[in-house]
């Protein structure tokens, strides 16, 4: 089984976020399969519940009524 990990950041993936992950949550780089669990010792896991996931927001704007002339 391939695992992805993020040697710059030391960060290991759970197979539940590596499927989704395009890039790194901590630093955007590219997540790195490894073969070797070994390999894997002392890097910090990142479970799906630790990426950030943030709906979008709406926000209110409101545009200026012109002025009615001669009604």
Do not use: N
């Not at 989704?20 to 894997?40: F, K, Q, S, W």
């Not at 799906?48 to 704007?61: C, F, G, N, S």
Request: aromatic share 8%; net charge negative.
């Amino acid at each position: 089984m391939t695992r992805l990990c993020c040697p710059s950041c030391s960060l290991r993936f759970a197979p539940a976020a590596a499927t989704y992950l395009t890039a790194c949550p901590e630093c955007g780089g590219l997540p790195t399969p490894v073969d070797d669990p070994r390999i894997l010792v002392g890097f910090r896991l990142v479970d799906p519940a630790d990426i950030p996931y943030t709906l979008p927001e709406a926000i209110a704007a409101s545009l200026p009524v012109p002025p009615l002339d001669g009604f």
